[in-house]
């Protein structure tokens, strides 16, 4: 049974809030999403009431939190778990469950640089130029934030 086409439930939702990512340092994170993008740094604070362990699963757990502001006001927020010191996901693109970002940009291969000199690391030796389909000349490129959170870099074709 498929329920493609359907409308979402009435009420669902009104519009994306935010995008949060677990990190493992976020002073490191803070830094590194603020100069890849130019975003700006909402707030700063520890979750600590006798909700969050019960919201999150994790009895008595505290969250240290940083909201940052990308462009196209999107809210990124960046959480370290203050009570846990869990292993990072193995990093890839193919694993289930992986997520990533993609910003359109200008010029792919300044964004790609400043990307790497942010701390991303490339999953490729340069960005790919599409060959064929409806996205020739576009380029596109992949990268590694320090956590291990995917980052897709797309410039549309010339003509887009």
């Known amino acids: 049974m498929s329920n493609e086409g359907a409308a979402p439930a009435s009420g669902w939702a009104r519009q994306p809030d935010h995008v949060g990512i677990t990190v493992s340092d976020?002073?490191?994170?803070?830094?590194?999403?603020?100069?890849?993008?130019?975003?700006?740094l909402l707030t700063r604070r520890l979750l600590d009431g006798a909700h969050i362990g019960e919201l999150v699963g994790?009895?008595?757990?505290?969250?240290?939190?940083?909201?940052?502001?990308?462009?196209?006001?999107?809210v990124l927020e960046l959480l370290r778990y203050v009570d846990r010191?869990?292993?990072?996901?193995?990093?890839?693109?193919?694993?289930?469950g992986?997520?990533?970002?993609?910003?359109?940009?200008?010029?792919l291969h300044w964004s790609w640089a400043h990307a790497i000199?942010?701390?991303?690391?490339p999953a490729s030796d340069?960005?790919?130029r599409v060959p064929v389909g409806p996205q020739t000349g576009a380029?596109?490129?992949y990268l590694q934030t320090p956590d291990g959170?995917?980052?897709e870099l797309r410039q549309p074709p010339p003509d887009q």
């Open 85 to 96: 010191d869990e292993d990072a996901y193995e990093p890839g693109t193919a694993h289930p």
């Open 126 to 128: 340069e960005p790919v």
């Open 26 to 40: 976020l002073d490191r994170s803070v830094d590194f999403w603020t100069r890849l993008t130019g975003g700006k």
């Open 139 to 141: 380029y596109v490129a």
């Open 58 to 74: 994790y009895a008595g757990q505290r969250i240290e939190i940083a909201l940052v502001e990308l462009p196209g006001e999107l």
């Open 117 to 121: 000199e942010c701390g991303a690391e």
């Open 98 to 107: 992986n997520v990533h970002m993609c910003f359109l940009v200008e010029d």
């Open 149 to 151: 959170v995917a980052i």
